[in-house]
């Protein structure tokens, strides 16, 4: 788990398909095999490390869902019982990519799009976001000069894409919504007194 707070910016040593090695600093602090770092929000696990980098097995899943992993990738270490919530619940599993058209403006596809909403959180490259206006298969993000001087966000350029990542509250409504699985029925309601 994740709030999308990005620790510092790594930069990509290796990466051969399978094998991802990111030079980095501040997330190999009390770090250990097995530990869960997010890149560019996606979660991977720490198989190796040394002074200053950490190497992880990057699954043919998230070689299928991400972007890949580009020269600078946002890093951010799994959160403790202690620590502060400062962005929101992420998870570290990507939904997808969306093309970024300039102006912190984002163009996803319609299955992501759906889980979009105005006021909003969304997670773009591991970073946790607030959506300031959602248009057709597209939205805007507001992004303060701290959080873009912080991450690798910095470095987009028109027609790049990024990882998303929807706020997983809306994915589970849609689920306990869905004709399959709602029990809310009229004599459901009638015996619970609401009707």
Do not use: W
């Not at 976001?129 to 470095?155: D, M, Q, R, W």
Request: charged residues 20%; contains cysteine.
């Amino acid at each position: 788990m994740f709030t999308g707070i990005i620790e510092e910016i790594g930069q990509v040593k290796s990466f051969d398909g399978q094998k991802l090695v990111v030079k980095c600093s501040k997330v190999l602090q009390d770090v250990k095999i097995g530990d869960s770092i997010a890149v560019n929000g996606c979660c991977q696990t720490v198989v190796s490390f040394d002074k200053n980098s950490f190497t992880t097995n990057v699954s043919s899943e998230t070689l299928k869902i991400t972007k890949g992993f580009t020269s600078f990738v946002n890093l951010e270490r799994a959160l403790t019982p202690t620590s502060r919530m400062g962005g929101h619940i992420v998870q570290g599993h990507i939904d997808g990519t969306a093309k970024y058209l300039g102006n912190s403006t984002f163009q996803l596809s319609d299955e992501l799009a759906k889980y979009v909403v105005y006021k909003g959180s969304i997670t773009v490259d591991g970073v946790s976001l607030t959506v300031a206006s959602v248009g057709e298969n597209c939205f805007t993000v507001a992004i303060i000069p701290h959080t873009l001087e912080n991450t690798a966000l910095k470095y987009l350029k028109t027609g790049d894409f990024v990882n998303i990542e929807t706020d997983i509250l809306g994915r589970y409504v849609e689920k306990f919504l869905s004709p399959k699985n709602n029990s809310i029925t009229e004599e459901f309601l009638a015996e619970n007194g609401f009707v």
